[in-house]
Structure formats: structure tokens, C-alpha cells
């Protein structure tokens, strides 16, 4: 049960309120951000919540329980509130959000509606809808193993138990020519095989991506072509630094030649597969030329 501040609740309690909504936002990487649908700037808990920032809630949906509703945020962009950039490079996949409404005469007035993480952002133009999703989203998840051939470990993790800081799997590139936003052209992978970073990730070290991360799906032209899953972040340039680190496509085979980790396989590469299941004997299988059953 949510209890309502005395003071809030005195304000509600008045012929007319003076309401509005704010938005607490905190990055994975630690920035911290407040915007407010009020149209002046509000302050509370030592963060300034902007009312340029353009930010408009939509309906939001609760219920009982563990159910999964949400609700949308909207706004447009602005060089002192949401970059598009900023949302374009992922800086704010997964941010935590804190909703308050706020009486804006006297901010210590306030009530916290309701915390969410922002999951699918949409763009039309120069404005943006985010949607919030509830925490509960994350029991929707698939926890836990699945057995299957390849393994199910992250390459470098505990569970691996695979060094790859070292030279031998990772080493710093440098942008020589941005090709489209799903292609980068590079140098200083010359050193490695063909498509070794394959399934590999890069973190940029340098430019307006500095901090970012990208997958790769594949390696290309003597090393120095990488592609993406998805667009790089906004912004990149050549001249930017990454490092790369090295690729692993989950196959016991890779694990052992590629890696010399087979021990730490975490897959079951002789597990049968389905069509064993539909297997059955007959009497023209034979052993030492005979059946073997007669």
C-alpha cells in the first residue's frame, strides 16, 4: 500500500493542485538525468529536473501483482535534455526510471509513482517515444541452462575460464573509413586471421562513441572489414580508436583449436540430436554379418 505524504496529501486535499510529473533517469553508465512536463525547471534531491526537455507522459497501465504493464514517455530532442545521438548509440537501453508527481510550488511535495526500466524507443522525426516497462518485465526472461551442442557460456567469463586480455585475442584497431552504419573499415588487425573476430566484440576507446560497445558478426577482406548486428553508435569517425577483442561461435571444435579451452566446454557436443529419438532397430541391421535382431 502506498502511503501519501501528509504535506502532498493536505495539497490534494485543497480546492485546486498544482501538479505536474518528473522523471528521474539513470544510465548503466551512471549518468544521472531529471526532465519535468512542468514549463519551469524544478529541483529536488540535489538533481534539476529540465522543463525543456519536451517530456510528456502518456497513459499508464498498473496492476495487481506481477503483471508486466507499462507505460509511454514522448518528447522531442534537444542539446540540453535527450541527444539523438545519445539514444541512437544506446546510451539509454535498459536506464532505470523513477516517476514522481510533484507539486511544483513545493517540491518537497512529492510522490513516487512508480520505478521502470525504458525498453523500446521509437523515433518520428525530431521527437521520440520511449516505453517504460515494469521491473516484473525481467521474470519473462529465460533464466537458467539449456542443453544443446554449443556452449552456453560468455567467451572470457567465469564459467569459461578463458584469459582473452591478453594479445594473443584481443588487440586496439583504428577507423580508417565508416562504409555505411552496419560496416566499419580498419587497421591494425592485419596480424590475425581472417574472420578471427568474428562474433567478437569491440568497445571504442576514443571519439563520440568513447565507452560504447558493438557485436560483430563478421571480419572480412584481410582483417580490415568489420560488420555489425546493428548499427555502430552515432558518430563515429575515422581516426577512432577500439579495442577487439576476439570471437568464439560456440562449437567444441573452436573451443579446442581456437582456444585450447576443450575442458571448460560448457556445451554437450555428443548429446544425441532429435532424429535419435525416431530411431529404431530393424532386422536388416547386422553385426559381424549378422543381424542382430532375428
Not at 149 to 156: F, K, N, P, S
Not at 180 to 193: A, H, K, N, T, W
Not at 219 to 231: C, H, M, V, Y
Request: hydrophobic letters at 35%.
Amino acid at each position: 500500500m502506498r502511503t501519501i505524504p501528509s504535506g502532498l496529501q493536505a495539497h490534494l486535499d485543497g480546492e485546486v493542485t498544482t501538479l505536474c510529473h518528473a522523471w528521474r533517469v539513470t544510465r548503466r553508465d551512471g549518468v544521472v538525468m531529471g526532465f519535468t512536463d512542468h514549463d519551469r525547471d524544478l529541483s529536488f534531491s540535489g538533481l534539476a529536473y529540465l522543463a525543456a526537455s519536451g517530456f510528456e507522459a502518456s497513459e499508464a497501465e498498473d496492476g495487481n501483482g506481477l503483471s508486466a504493464e507499462g507505460g509511454d514517455v514522448s518528447g522531442g530532442f534537444s542539446a540540453d535534455a535527450v541527444r539523438a545521438e545519445d539514444l541512437s548509440a544506446g546510451r539509454y537501453d535498459g536506464a532505470k526510471v523513477e516517476v514522481y508527481t510533484v507539486n511544483w510550488q513545493d517540491s518537497s511535495q512529492r510522490l513516487l509513482l512508480r520505478t521502470a526500466e525504458l525498453g523500446e524507443v521509437r523515433r518520428e522525426g525530431g521527437l521520440f517515444r520511449v516505453e517504460l516497462r515494469r521491473l516484473t518485465h525481467r521474470l519473462d526472461q529465460v533464466h537458467g541452462r539449456i542443453y544443446g551442442h554449443r556452449c552456453d557460456a560468455v567467451l572470457g567469463d567465469s564459467r569459461c575460464g578463458k584469459d582473452v586480455s591478453t594479445s594473443a585475442f584481443r588487440a586496439t584497431a583504428t577507423v580508417i573509413a565508416v562504409l555505411d552504419d552496419m560496416r566499419l573499415r580498419v587497421s591494425g588487425l592485419s596480424g590475425f586471421s581472417d574472420r578471427f573476430f568474428r562474433y567478437g566484440v569491440l568497445t571504442f576507446t576514443s571519439g563520440a562513441a568513447e565507452g560504447l560497445t558493438a557485436d560483430i558478426e563478421d571480419q572480412r577482406k584481410a582483417g580490415g572489414e568489420l560488420t555489425f548486428w546493428q548499427p555502430v553508435p552515432a558518430g563515429v569517425a575515422v581516426g577512432d580508436t577500439m579495442l577487439v577483442t576476439a570471437g568464439c561461435d560456440k562449437r567444441f571444435s573452436t573451443c579446442k583449436a581456437k582456444f585450447a579451452n576443450a575442458l571448460n566446454f560448457r556445451g554437450f557436443p555428443h548429446m544425441p540430436g532429435s532424429d535419435f529419438t525416431y530411431g529404431y532397430a530393424d532386422g536388416e541391421t547386422v553385426h559381424d554379418g549378422r543381424p542382430l535382431y532375428e
